[in-house]
Every structure is written in structure tokens, then in C-alpha cells.
């Protein structure tokens, strides 16, 4: 009389159910007799209430069915009555489902099954057989089993039908195979629980009823010990299922970390604290060269960088002691091949809670590219690309730590050598670059082989090259060195097939002068390189006090100058040009002056050089054209004449390589109105020589703007004379250093004649300079010398010392002749 727990049922089916019952224990109240309500009612009621829920709690996890509930209600049909066993089969039910379901309509549903089977049982049973009562004392007649068995046959067919339908309903199952099973197995249920009841009926009445509510207690005791059992071995099945459940999430875990340990796209491994391989992947094995065999019979000391060991150690021993999760760190393994792999290296603990041991996990990853790009890159940073020595940044870094260390040990002397090839920009122009650069290549060949090991040469761009020659006993070690450079290079370097030679001009500056600074001791190196050019080139000089003086002093200068065109310093000076037949003035060549507040007079052998080299010329040199020419034009408007006075301005080199000149100087011409005609330029003999083709072009537009053109300081340069015809030359000035030392027949005298001679042919007049005595005067005039300058007539003077000339000249248009005493003086005079 048991009912499926939570099925579901139509609505209509639970009402009518539920009515039925109703009327089933209403009926069952009316026909229920006082006189059974006693001990045995009251302990029977306890004990089919506590052993039902017992029972009905186990048998909940459990499919097969043991009748207990049916028992129960026999054996109170058998020993009291049905209404008894009707209303006891109410109260049980109710007591058991409510227990296992909070469902109202489930609560009912159970109840109404068990209430209206029992009923019906109990009237089908007397119907067929008879009153219950003395039944079991009588024994029972085989008609009486029958028909019980029958009837509990019947209500097995319909709970088993109820059940099938309400499974059937709820997971959608075959109903023939549901019923089948279910009613199979409560037929022989049922057919025990009737057999036990009537033994248990028969028994009770033979013994009495105290030795049966023994043996009930004993049968609660075994209930509740097998209801026990049950929860227990219930327990220990959900404990298994559990454990297995978690072995196989474990199981899974591991497989899963195998995998992934074994297939990582990085280096993995397990490795005991002692550094001994315990489980290596597929690309540790790739990256280290090693078959996983292989690698397992080694350990990571083994195969960690010497230099690398000591910090992967005590970055380890920082893991262990617990000072730091991970550890990480880029180091370097040596593979099988005994290359180097660099790679980036991260480990941490891992406890075995298993075996309560401790290892590492190691993961690596191979960076050996980017380590290689890296350093590429740092080598280029500091390394000359052509010539692969350290550049400028290396030097100066090695020549910092060289003056800290003479600056911690005194008695360590150093010395940095400052080479400069004396003829690279011809090579380079005359035979190319691809030459040019191969001469470089071979010379810092040549500077490194011939240097001890701990020495630095280094190239700092163009044909510049430094030395660093560290722990020297004495400075003159570092002259040997350069003597020893020098040798080397004299050699020829064979090149494309043919010989090159070079000289270099070297600049040594020894740390003996007590350096603080890397860039004072390189500049100084410097100044002693263009010191020995200077000197002639393909030669060596030492730096002292007095260059740096000197350096010091240029340095100053150039800073002076600069605000000396703003404050006006410069002013021109004039120095007459005269005719030698008569000694007519013919005009003046303008000379630059500067007068310096703190230094006073400074001559321009000292500063057109400096402004040459600063570009300072560009300016000063357009500020003395416009300023002589506005002069000029003045003293022609005062002293109109035929031919009129000229104006002679130098011109620098810079200058006159200038792009913009032309511009210049027809701007000047066109602001001062000055007639081109009287405007004379004098260019250098070795300026126009040094670049024969744009000098040619450069002179032919000049000429073009009407202006004339001198060459000054003839004969001092190497003038090709097959050119000198092609220039549109007006005048050759001849240089002072000739007329100075003419005299009878000797050399100078013969050049100066043939200048003479030259000019003449080429249609050229000629200006003598530097004409001091009278003994000079008297021999040009014999070679036929037309024009002349010179301390004889004048020194250069001021813009009132010229306009005076000019005006005692010009009143008669007399001679300008010097006297006695005035030619020491240095002053011009008219002699009447
Ligand atoms: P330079 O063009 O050869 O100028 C002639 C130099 O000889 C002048 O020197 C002049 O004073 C000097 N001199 C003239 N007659 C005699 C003499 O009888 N005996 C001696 N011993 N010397 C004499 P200064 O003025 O000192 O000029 C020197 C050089 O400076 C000039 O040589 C010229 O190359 C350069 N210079 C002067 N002014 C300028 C200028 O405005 N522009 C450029 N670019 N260079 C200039
Ligand atoms: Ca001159
Ligand atoms: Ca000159």
C-alpha cells in the first residue's frame, strides 16, 4: 500500500482519490469499536509509525521495496479488526509521507492510496471469507489465504499501474516494461508480508501478547540497526562516488598540466632543489640542443653559463629561504654545441603534497635573437661602421675612466694621440671615395696592430683618428708611439691595384698636464695636430702651456671679434700706390685695422686668419669694400682727376669662393656710386691657383661688373704662367719678400725682372710692394718696374692722413717724395 514518492498525477485524480479516502476513514470511525482502542492498539500505532518512517527514510535511496507498511497493517486486520488497520494505514501514511515531502498534494495522494487500498482490502476480505476476528486464533482456512492473497494480488495490479503511469509521466519511459517490474516485485513483497503478518497474528495469539510486543521490540531493534546500516553503507557508497569523482578531476588536472608541460611553446622543467633534472620538455630539449635522455643525465649547473651561475644560485637560494615567490632573471646556458643560448629564466617552488617534497619549476625562453639584436645595436652605437673601431662616445668614455684612474694612482701616465691625415681630402677627390675609404680601412689596420692591447684607437669621423695609450712610465713613450705611427703609415697601402701613400700630422697630449676633463685633454691633442700642420705637416707635436695659451688667445679673439663688428672696432687704413716715373699717386690699397679696448692694436696677420677659419670674413670683408669704396668716391668727388684714383681691396680666400660675391659686390658698387673702373680686387696668387676652373669663371664675372682685378703676392705661390694669359688680369703685385732682399744680380732680383717682363707681355701693369729704400726704388725703375708701395712713400694711414696726401698732391699734381726723416718717422711729405 505504498505509493511512488514524487510522481505527478492529474488534479482530478488526487480529488477523487482524496474523496474516496475520506469516505473510507469516515466509514472505518462509525464501525470502529471503543474496545480496541488498548496497549496493544496505542504500541502497535508506535511501533508501524517509527519502524514505516525508518523504513520509508531508507528505502528512499533505495529501488527495491520491502513491504514493511503492509506488514504492519496485516497483522492489525488479523489481531484487531479492519477499521483498526484502516485507520492505522491513515495515520502511518500521513506520518511517512509527511516526512518525506513538503508537497501538499503528494501528502494527500499517498494518503488517499493507502486509506482506500486498505479499505478495500479489508471489505474485499471479509466479503469473501468472513470477520477477521478469531481468524487467526481458528487458523486460517486456505480459503481465508486466498482470497487475502488475491485481494493484495489486485492491489499490487493497481499501485503498480498508479506508479508505471506517474514514472511513465514524469521521464517518459516504456509503461509496459515499468509496470511489469513493479508489479513483479510487489506480488512478492505483498506475498511475504501476508505470510509474515499471519505468522506473526498466529504467533501472537498462541504465545500472548507481552511475548509478542518482545519480540516487536527485538524487530525494532533489528530495524532499526538494518535502517542504520543502511544510512551507513548509503554513506559510504556517496563517500566512494565522491572520492572517485575527485580521483577522476585529479586524474584529469594531471593530464591536462602533462600535456601542457610537454606541448609548452617555452622551456619547462621540474628540477629538485640540487639542481637535478626530474622532468624536462620537448622545447627545453630544442633549446638546449639535448635529446630529453641526454639532457635528464645532466643537471642546470651543468649547462648554466659559468659567469651566469653565481646569480642563478643566490636567486634560487632567495626561493628556498621564502624571501621571494618567483625569480626571474636573463642568463645565458651553454648548449650541446657549446654555443651560448641566452634566454629569459623564471622559477618557482612547487610542493609535492603528496610526497611533502619540494622542487623547482623552471620555465625558459629562448631571447638568443633579440640578446644578438640588442647587442648589434649597442655595438653600432659605439663602433665606426666603416672601420669598426670605437667611436667619439667609446673613446671619451675610455678616456674618462683613464683620467680617474691617474687621478687615483698619479705615477699612471696616459696619453691621447690626436692623427690627422695631412693629403686624404686630394685622395678622396683625385681618386675617389671608394679609394678614399679603403685607405681608411687600411690605416685602422695598421694603427691597431700596432698597438699593445689595453691602448684604444678609435676614428672619429673624416680622416680623423685618436689614440688612447694608457700606463706609460714617461711622455716619452708617447713620442716614440708617434714616431712608430708615423713609420707605419709612411708605408704605401696597396689599393685597387695600386699604391697610396699618406703622411699623417699628429697632435699628443699627455696627461702629465693633470687633466679633469676628457674633452680638454682630446681638444688639446687637437691643437697640437694643427699645431704640427701648421708647421709643415707629416710631423708630431707635443702640447704645453704655451699652445694652450695660444689656443686660449684664438678662442678669446673669435669671441671678440664677433662683438667687435657690432661695436664698429674696425676701421681701414689707406697705403698710397704711386707711379715710379714721376711718383704720381695712383691710389690706395685698403688695409683692415682693429683696435681692441683692452689690447689695443692688433695686426691682421693675427686676425684675418681667425676671421677666415669663423667665417667671420664674409661680413668684416663686405664691411671694408663699402667702406673704402664710399671713401673713395668721396676723395674723387673732392679731387676729381684723369685717370681718377683708384681703390685696391683685398679680397680673402672664403670670399672669393663665395657664391654670392658677384652680388656683393655690384650691390656695393651700385649703393656708393663709386665707377666700377676704380674699384681694383686683389686675390691671392695661390687663391686663384688652388681651383683654376671656377677661379677663371669667378674673375670673368667680376671683370664683368667693370671692376680691374690684381693678383697679389706674385711669386709666391706656383703659378702655372700657360693659365696666367687666360685670366682677365689687370695687375701683378709682386711680392715683398722679393723687393726686400733685391739686389745687385742676385736671385730675387732676376724674379722680380721677369715678372716685370711677364706682365709686360700679357699687357699687365705691375706694382711693386714693400719698397722701403731708395736703393730699391732706383733698381726697379731700371727694370722698368711702373708702379710702386711701400713704407718709402708711406706707411698705410688713417682716412685724414690719405685725404692730406691727396691733397698736397693735387694742388699741382706733385710727385709724392719722401725724405730722410721722414722715412724713419714712417710719415709722407711733399717736397716742393
Ligand atoms: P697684403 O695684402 O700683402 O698687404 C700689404 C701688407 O704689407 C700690409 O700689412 C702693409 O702694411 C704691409 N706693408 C706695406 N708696405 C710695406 C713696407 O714697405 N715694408 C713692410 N714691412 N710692410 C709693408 P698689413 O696691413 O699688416 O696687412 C697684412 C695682411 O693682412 C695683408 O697683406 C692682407 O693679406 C691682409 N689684410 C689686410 N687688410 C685686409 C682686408 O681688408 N681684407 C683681407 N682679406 N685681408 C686683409
Ligand atoms: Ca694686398
Ligand atoms: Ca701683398
Same mark, same amino acid.
Do not use: Q
Given at each position: 500500500m505504498e505509493i511512488a514518492g514524487s510522481q505527478r498525477f492529474p488534479k482530478w485524480f488526487v480529488q477523487a482519490s482524496t474523496a474516496c479516502a475520506a469516505v473510507a476513514v469516515l466509514i472505518s470511525l462509525y464501525r470502529f469499536p471503543a474496545r480496541t482502542v488498548g496497549l496493544p492498539f496505542l504500541l502497535l500505532t508506535l511501533l508501524a509509525v517509527y519502524v514505516c518512517s525508518r523504513f520509508s527514510q531508507a528505502q528512499a535511496h533505495e529501488r527495491r521495496y520491502v513491504p514493511v507498511f503492509e506488514t504492519f497493517i496485516l497483522v492489525t486486520m488479523l489481531l484487531l479488526d479492519g477499521e483498526a488497520a484502516v485507520l492505522l494505514s491513515a495515520l502511518v501514511a500521513l506520518c511517512t509521507s509527511l516526512q518525506r515531502s513538503k508537497n501538499s498534494t503528494s501528502v494527500m495522494l499517498k494518503l488517499a492510496v493507502a486509506v482506500v487500498s486498505t479499505f478495500l482490502i479489508v471489505w474485499g476480505v471479509r466479503i469473501l471469507s468472513g470477520p477477521f476476528a478469531g481468524a487467526a486464533r481458528d487458523g486460517y482456512s486456505a480459503w481465508f489465504l486466498q482470497s487475502l492473497w488475491a485481494l493484495l494480488v489486485v492491489q499490487s495490479v493497481v499501485n503498480a499501474s498508479v506508479v508505471a503511469a506517474g514514472t511513465t509521466y514524469k521521464i517518459k519511459q516504456s509503461v509496459v516494461l515499468n509496470w511489469l517490474g513493479s508489479f513483479f516485485w510487489r506480488v512478492v513483497s505483498v506475498t511475504l508480508a501476508a505470510a509474515v503478518a499471519c505468522a506473526a497474528a498466529t504467533g501472537i495469539v498462541t504465545v500472548g501478547a507481552n511475548a509478542f510486543f518482545a519480540l516487536a521490540a527485538f524487530g525494532a531493534i533489528c530495524a532499526f540497526a538494518y535502517g542504520s546500516y543502511n544510512e551507513n553503507s548509503r554513506l559510504r557508497k556517496e563517500q566512494a562516488r565522491q572520492n572517485e569523482k575527485r580521483d577522476r578531476a585529479f586524474y584529469d588536472n594531471a593530464e591536462r598540466f602533462r600535456s601542457a608541460f610537454d606541448h609548452a611553446a617555452i622551456g619547462m622543467a621540474l628540477v629538485t632543489t640540487e639542481g637535478r633534472w626530474l622532468q624536462v620538455n620537448r622545447s627545453l630539449c630544442d633549446i638546449l640542443g639535448y635529446s630529453d635522455r641526454e639532457l635528464l643525465a645532466t643537471d642546470f649547473l651543468t649547462v648554466t653559463h659559468p659567469d651566469d651561475l653565481a646569480t642563478a644560485l643566490s636567486n634560487i637560494g632567495q626561493l628556498l629561504k621564502g624571501k621571494a615567490a618567483t625569480t626571474q632573471m636573463e642568463k645565458r646556458y651553454v648548449n650541446k654545441n657549446g654555443h651560448v643560448v641566452w634566454v629569459h629564466w623564471s622559477a618557482s617552488l612547487a610542493r609535492?603534497?603528496?610526497? =611533502?617534497s619540494v622542487h623547482l619549476i623552471f620555465q625558459i625562453q629562448d631571447i638568443t635573437d633579440r640578446k644578438l639584436a640588442e647587442q648589434r645595436l649597442h655595438h653600432d652605437a659605439f663602433h665606426d661602421s666603416l672601420t669598426g673601431l670605437p667611436n667619439r662616445a667609446l673613446f671619451m668614455d675610455h678616456l674618462k675612466l683613464a683620467i680617474a684612474r691617474s687621478q687615483r694612482h698619479s705615477e699612471q701616465l696616459f696619453a691621447v694621440l690626436y692623427l690627422d691625415l695631412d693629403r686624404f681630402k686630394i685622395i678622396n677627390d683625385s681618386l675617389g671615395h671608394s679609394i678614399g675609404d679603403q685607405l681608411l680601412i687600411g690605416i685602422a689596420d695598421r694603427l691597431t696592430k700596432n698597438l699593445r692591447p689595453g691602448d684604444t684607437v678609435a676614428r672619429l669621423g673624416g680622416d680623423e683618428f685618436t689614440i688612447l695609450v694608457e700606463d +706609460?712610465?714617461?711622455?716619452r713613450e708617447s713620442v716614440q708611439i708617434a714616431e712608430r705611427i708615423q713609420k707605419e703609415l709612411s708605408a704605401p697601402f696597396q689599393i685597387g691595384g695600386r699604391e697610396v701613400f699618406t703622411t699623417v700630422s699628429l697632435g699628443i697630449a699627455p696627461s702629465t698636464t693633470g687633466y679633469e676633463q676628457a674633452e680638454d685633454i682630446l681638444r688639446d691633442a687637437d691643437t697640437a695636430m694643427y699645431r704640427a700642420k701648421s708647421l709643415g705637416k707629416a710631423r708630431y707635436e707635443i702640447f704645453d702651456k704655451a699652445m694652450h695659451a695660444r689656443a686660449i688667445n684664438l678662442l678669446q679673439l673669435e669671441t671678440d671679434m664677433r662683438r667687435a663688428i657690432e661695436r664698429q672696432e674696425f676701421f681701414v687704413h689707406y697705403q698710397p700706390i704711386v707711379a @715710379?716715373?714721376?711718383?704720381?699717386l695712383q691710389g690706395f690699397e685698403a688695409l683692415v685695422r682693429w683696435h681692441h679696448p683692452q689690447r689695443g692694436y692688433i695686426s691682421p696677420m693675427d686676425f684675418i686668419p681667425v676671421a677666415e677659419e669663423t667665417g667671420l670674413i664674409i661680413a668684416l670683408g663686405e664691411w671694408v669694400l663699402r667702406e673704402s669704396c664710399k671713401q673713395m668716391q668721396r676723395w674723387q668727388t673732392i679731387f676729381p682727376c684723369d685717370p681718377p684714383l683708384f681703390i685696391s681691396v683685398n679680397l680673402s680666400s672664403k670670399q672669393f669662393s663665395q657664391n654670392d660675391l658677384i652680388n656683393q659686390v655690384s650691390s656695393v658698387i651700385h649703393d656708393t656710386t663709386i665707377n666700377p673702373r676704380s674699384l681694383k680686387l686683389e686675390i691671392t696668387e695661390s687663391v686663384v691657383m688652388e681651383n683654376i676652373e671656377t677661379a677663371t669663371e669667378m674673375l670673368k664675372d667680376l671683370r664683368a661688373l667693370g671692376v680691374q682685378l690684381s693678383i697679389d703676392d706674385f711669386g709666391t705661390g706656383y703659378s702655372s704662367l700657360s693659365y @696666367?694669359?687666360?685670366?682677365? +688680369?689687370?695687375t701683378l703685385k709682386i711680392d715683398r719678400s722679393f723687393v726686400t732682399h733685391?739686389?745687385? #744680380?742676385n736671385e730675387n732680383t732676376e724674379i722680380v725682372r721677369t715678372i716685370i717682363v711677364l706682365a709686360q707681355n700679357l699687357g699687365m701693369d705691375v706694382v711693386a710692394e714693400g719698397v722701403e729704400t731708395k736703393e730699391q726704388l732706383a733698381l726697379l725703375n731700371e727694370l722698368g718696374c711702373e708702379n710702386g708701395q711701400g713704407y718709402y712713400f708711406s =706707411?698705410?694711414? #688713417?682716412r685724414e692722413g690719405a685725404e692730406k696726401i691727396i691733397a698736397d698732391t693735387y694742388s699741382s699734381l706733385l710727385p709724392v717724395l719722401p725724405t730722410e726723416a721722414t722715412q724713419k718717422q714712417g710719415k709722407t711729405v711733399r717736397v716742393a
Open positions: 609535492d603534497s603528496y610526497s =611533502k +706609460i712610465a714617461e711622455e @715710379l716715373d714721376g711718383f704720381r @696666367l694669359h687666360r685670366f682677365p +688680369i689687370d733685391m739686389s745687385e #744680380n =706707411k698705410p694711414v #688713417n
